[in-house]
T-cell receptor, first 115, second 111 residues
């Protein structure tokens, strides 16, 4: 049973460029959330997708956008990259109806470096 | 706003017991979670508390006091593999299932 998979694992971009990160949720999960984790910090919630729609959003600018596909996989897009966008981007999946313990299954993350 | 505080670093020796504290100030509290994150790896779920009291799961226990906005994670019989970052996270009603994480506590276990 594959867990949450993310790609790419590492990437380097320059300021002003755009980046797309991809996530496949754990088998049987229908909800995908994205988090940004800066070095030495805890993860910060970006947004969550369910039924191909953005359901909740954290305190991130519109440069951060996403998408969820019919197979529940998801993309995170960041436009006009800033140096401060350098971070580990984590994808987490869960099942909306499977209890309410809040257990999230995280992928290994995509490490983005902006130069 | 929401605020979560936990110590930045802790050290302990193998076989010992360590307690990692977490205090939070939030509105609409709907559960507290602990995650473990080894360097370069994904966070993994450890525990969940929504009512006051102690939840025990093997060598790990987690405690919650909602009136005090306080939780701790207790690790017994420490092993070298317990060296990791421990993340305290809170869920609030207005944010649905999104989690608000603290900065994490880096625990170093030595022999």
């Amino acid at each position: 049973d594959a867990g949450v998979t993310q790609s790419p694992t590492h990437l380097i971009k320059t300021r002003g460029q755009q980046v797309t990160l991809r996530c496949s949720p754990k088998s049987g999960h229908d909800t995908v959330s994205w988090y940004q984790q800066a070095l030495g910090q805890g993860p910060q919630f970006i947004f969550q997708y369910y039924e191909e729609e953005e359901r909740q959003r954290g305190n991130f600018p519109d440069r951060f956008s996403g998408h969820q596909f019919p197979n529940y996989s998801s993309e995170l897009n960041v436009n006009a990259l800033l140096l401060g966008d350098s971070a580990l981007y984590l994808c987490a999946s869960s099942h909306k109806d499977r209890g309410n313990t809040g257990e999230l299954f995280f992928g290994e993350g995509s490490r983005l470096t902006v130069l | 706003g929401q605020n979560i505080d936990q110590p930045t670093e802790m050290t302990a020796t193998e076989g010992a017991i360590v307690q990692i504290n977490c205090t939070y100030q939030t509105s609409g509290f709907n559960g507290l979670f602990w995650y473990q994150q080894h360097a370069g790896e994904a966070p993994t779920f450890l525990s969940y508390n929504v009512l006051d009291g102690l939840e025990e799961k093997g060598r790990f226990s987690s405690f919650l006091s909602r009136s005090k906005g306080y939780s701790y994670l207790l690790l017994k019989e420490l092993q070298m593999k317990d060296s990791a970052s421990y993340l305290c996270a809170v869920r609030v009603w207005q944010a649905g299932t999104a989690l608000i994480f603290g900065k994490g506590t880096t625990l170093s276990v030595s022999s």
